[in-house]
C-alpha cells in the first residue's frame, strides 16, 4: 500500500470532474423544487441527456454541439413532465417515477449502435499563465469549461434566487402558491420554466458523464447519479452554495476510494464503492440537523398540485 502516491492537487482536479455532473443535476433540481416541484425523473433526464449529447457529439465531431443536444434533450423530456403535472395534473411523484424508467429505456435503444466507441475529445479551458500555478494551476485551472460552468450556475442561481424580481416570484410560487397566484402570478408557467431549466441542467450532467468523465457509452451509466442529485437538494436544505459543497464531498470520496483501491488498501472493494454515497449522505444529514433542519427550508408548496380557480 503506498498512498503517497496520492497527489493532493490531481485528488482536487479529479473530485471537481466527480461532482460536475452531479452538481448540474442538483442546482437545475433546486429551481424545480424551489417553484413548489418535486421531479423525480433527474436519473432519466441525465441518462437522456447523456446519450443524446454522445450521438450528436460523435456524428458531428463536436462536443460543443452535443452539449447542447444534451441540454434539448433533458430539456424536452422536463417537459413532457410539466405537460403531465402541471397540464393534466398528474401526480408529481408517479411521474417523475415514470419519466426514469421512460428516459431509462428510450436511451438504452438509442445507444446501441453506440457501445465501444470513442466521442471527439473536449479541450481544456486555456487560463494562461493560472493553469502554471504550482499545485493551484493543476487543482484549480486546468479543467474544462464545463466545471467552471457548473460553477457559474450555481452563482447565477444563488443571485437569481435572492435578489432578481424573477427569482422571488419563482420562490413565492413555491412557498404558497395560492397566494401568489391572488397576487395575479401565473403559477403553472413559472414552474414549467423552472421544470425545463432543470431538465437542461440534468441533461448537461449526463452528457458531462458519457463525453468528459467516462468518456464512452455504456447503458445505466448515470448509476444512480440522479438519485444522489435528489438527495443533496434535500439535505443541502434547498440553499445553491450547500448543493455545490454536498457534490464535491461526494466528488472527493468518489476519486479518494478509487485512489484507495488503486493503492492496494485491504479493505473489500464493495465497502469502498459503497462509501460515497455513505459518507455523502451522512455528513449532509449532521449539517442540515438541529436549527438548520433542512425540512424547516423546504419550500410550503412541494409537491403539492396547483388548482387554479376563479
Given at each position: 500500500m503506498i498512498l503517497?502516491?496520492?497527489?493532493?492537487?490531481?485528488?482536487?482536479?479529479?473530485?471537481?470532474?466527480?461532482?460536475?455532473?452531479?452538481?448540474?443535476?442538483?442546482?437545475?433540481?433546486?429551481?424545480?423544487?424551489k417553484a413548489g416541484v418535486l421531479n423525480l425523473g433527474v436519473e432519466g433526464m441525465m441518462i437522456l441527456g447523456a446519450v443524446a449529447g454522445f450521438i450528436v457529439a460523435v456524428q458531428t465531431g463536436n462536443p460543443a454541439l452535443g452539449f447542447v443536444s444534451a441540454a434539448v434533450a433533458g430539456g424536452l423530456l422536463a417537459l413532457l413532465f410539466a405537460l403531465l403535472t402541471q397540464a393534466l395534473m398528474a401526480n408529481q411523484v408517479a411521474s417523475g417515477l415514470a419519466l426514469t424508467l421512460f428516459g431509462l429505456g428510450l436511451s438504452a435503444l438509442l445507444g446501441q449502435a453506440y457501445v465501444g466507441i470513442s466521442p471527439p475529445r473536449t479541450p481544456k479551458l486555456d487560463l494562461g499563465p493560472l493553469s502554471d500555478i504550482p499545485f493551484f494551476g493543476r487543482a484549480f485551472f486546468s479543467h474544462d469549461a464545463l466545471v467552471y460552468l457548473a460553477i457559474a450556475i450555481v452563482i447565477g442561481v444563488w443571485w437569481f434566487l435572492k435578489y432578481s424580481r424573477a427569482g422571488l416570484i419563482l420562490r413565492a410560487?413555491?412557498?404558497?402558491?395560492?397566494?401568489?397566484?391572488?397576487?395575479?402570478?401565473?403559477v403553472k408557467r413559472v414552474r414549467a420554466l423552472a421544470i425545463v431549466f432543470g431538465g437542461a441542467c440534468a441533461g448537461l450532467g449526463g452528457a458531462y458523464l458519457s463525453l468528459i468523465r467516462v468518456p464512452q457509452w455504456t447503458e445505466g451509466m448515470t448509476a444512480g447519479a440522479g438519485w444522489i442529485a435528489l438527495a443533496l437538494v434535500v439535505f443541502a436544505s434547498w440553499r445553491p452554495f450547500r448543493a455545490l459543497a454536498g457534490a464535491y464531498l461526494f466528488?472527493?470520496?468518489?476519486v479518494l476510494q478509487l485512489n484507495l483501491q488503486a493503492?492496494?488498501?485491504?479493505?473489500?472493494?464493495?465497502?469502498?464503492?459503497?462509501?460515497?454515497?455513505?459518507?455523502?449522505i451522512v455528513v449532509l444529514v449532521f449539517i442540515s440537523s438541529g436549527k438548520a433542519r433542512g425540512s424547516l427550508n423546504a419550500p410550503g408548496s412541494l409537491n403539492r398540485p396547483f388548482h387554479a380557480s376563479g
Open positions: 503517497g502516491s496520492i497527489q493532493p492537487a490531481v485528488l482536487i482536479a479529479a473530485l471537481m470532474v466527480a461532482a460536475t455532473p452531479i452538481l448540474l443535476a442538483a442546482i437545475g433540481e433546486l429551481v424545480v423544487e410560487v413555491g412557498e404558497n402558491h395560492d397566494a401568489a397566484h391572488g397576487l395575479g402570478y401565473h466528488g472527493g470520496i468518489v493503492a492496494g488498501v485491504k479493505i473489500p472493494v464493495e465497502y469502498l464503492s459503497m462509501s460515497p454515497y455513505l459518507i455523502t
